[in-house]
């Protein structure tokens, strides 16, 4: 799986590099929240983490922009174990954001931009170290999200694909963007019959275009 997803990024990004008229690079902060009907005491419901990743922009027709790009993203939490011990929760998540993007320049180096369209989400990895002390040992277990079958139907889980649907806005001046946007989980992410579980999230980035 992270096999064909890299080689999936690295053939996006050099069909993004020769097509593209403005190329950049998005870097910032992202927020995670789960919906979710189940239980959120391995993996946490909302969790904060940063975002690096290429973007380009086509134009499509004057101040009208087609936006698309492979965003990486790394969440990190730390909080106590619903039994015992704390748990280390780590996750790597690759966005690729196609999105229509609407200009209102201001002058000629400021304009500001509102946009919208789908997101495709990839979770790479989702895990949760638990460690225990007891005495003077420490007992750590590890919990794989997208390796966990709790019905035994040798189905996981969770779903590594999401598609959202976003939208945002922000500020560029000259070759420097300031963006917010906000996207919303529009698939259930986990398999099981009785459990439902959506992720939404807010992300906030500057963007350097060359």
């Known amino acids: 799986m992270k096999t064909k997803l ?9 069909v993004v590099s020769l097509s593209a008229q403005k190329i950049g690079v998005e870097a910032g902060y992202v927020n995670v929240n789960e919906v979710t009907n189940g239980s959120t ?3 946490p419901a909302q969790v904060s983490g940063i ?3 290429p973007v380009s922009e086509t134009e499509l027709f004057n101040n009208v922009d087609f936006r698309y790009g492979v965003v990486y993203s790394y969440l990190m939490s730390t909080f106590d174990g ?3 011990g704390t748990n280390h929760y780590n996750a790597h998540l690759i966005d ?3 999105q229509l993007q609407l200009g209102f320049p201001i002058d000629n180096s400021l304009k500001l931009f509102a946009f919208a369209g789908p997101n495709l989400n990839f979770g790479i990895s989702q895990k949760t ?3 225990t002390t007891i005495g003077s040992s420490e007992i750590k277990t ?3 999200r997208y390796k966990i079958d709790t019905d035994d139907d040798d189905v996981y889980d969770v779903n590594r694909f999401d598609l959202q649907l976003g939208l945002g806005a922000g500020a560029q001046y000259k070759n420097v963007q300031l963006r917010v946007g906000y996207n919303w989980g529009l698939l259930d992410l ?7 579980l959506k992720r939404n999230q807010l992300a906030a980035s500057l963007v350097f275009m060359f």
């Open 6 to 14: 890299f080689i999936f990024v690295m053939l996006f990004f050099t």
């Open 41 to 43: 005491a391995i993996f």
């Open 51 to 53: 975002r690096i990743g």
């Open 82 to 84: 619903a039994i015992s």
């Open 96 to 98: 690729v954001p196609l």
């Open 129 to 131: 170290l638990n460690v």
């Open 142 to 144: 590890t919990y794989d």
């Open 190 to 196: 986990n398999n099981r019959d009785n459990v439902d």
